[in-house]
């Protein structure tokens, strides 16, 4: 059986792709602050009250716009460019050109993920992994928990010391 990926040329793939950015686009639009995930607002305080570096690292273009609807863009340091990219995730090149323009050593860092392929990533980069999600998708993850409200930094520290 073929699979529907190898039906496309290159050229429609790309077309398919763009029109899914576009609609994608469309729906971001109405995005605000009260669309934060439980617990991040505090997350993130808690991290800038620690004069603690925030990137992002995300193979989405929209990224940045997203931080901006969501009022946040400013809490952050950096944001990785994904067109900037050679390769995608669970390549650690995100991971690392992140903390490079923190100017951090990898050591430095901790990556928070929601996606397998990411948790790889940040691991195959050397970072401290913090995974969200169900145990057997973060499985891989230095720790995890199952929702964002169940992040703070005090837990993260505690476990990177031991």
């Not at 305080?45 to 863009?73: C, D, H, T």
């Amino acid at each position: 059986m073929v699979e529907k990926s190898q039906t496309y040329s290159e050229a429609e793939k790309n077309e398919l792709a763009d029109e899914k950015n576009k609609e994608y686009q469309k729906l971001i639009q109405s995005i605000t602050p009260a669309d934060l995930l439980p617990g991040m607002a505090e997350f993130l305080a808690e991290i800038k009250a620690a004069n603690l570096k925030l990137g992002l690292a995300s193979a989405s273009k929209n990224g940045p716009f997203i931080l901006e609807r969501l009022g946040i863009a400013n809490l952050f340091d950096t944001v990785v460019d994904p067109e900037s990219l050679k390769k995608g995730k669970p390549d650690p090149e995100i991971f690392t050109k992140g903390a490079k323009q923190l100017g951090l050593t990898i050591s430095e860092c901790v990556g928070i993920e929601d996606a397998e392929a990411g948790i790889e990533s940040i691991n195959a980069a050397g970072m401290f992994s913090v995974g969200v999600g169900s145990p057997e998708a973060m499985r891989f993850a230095d720790i995890y928990v199952a929702k964002t409200a169940e992040l703070n930094l005090e837990m993260i520290q505690k476990q990177i010391k031991s």
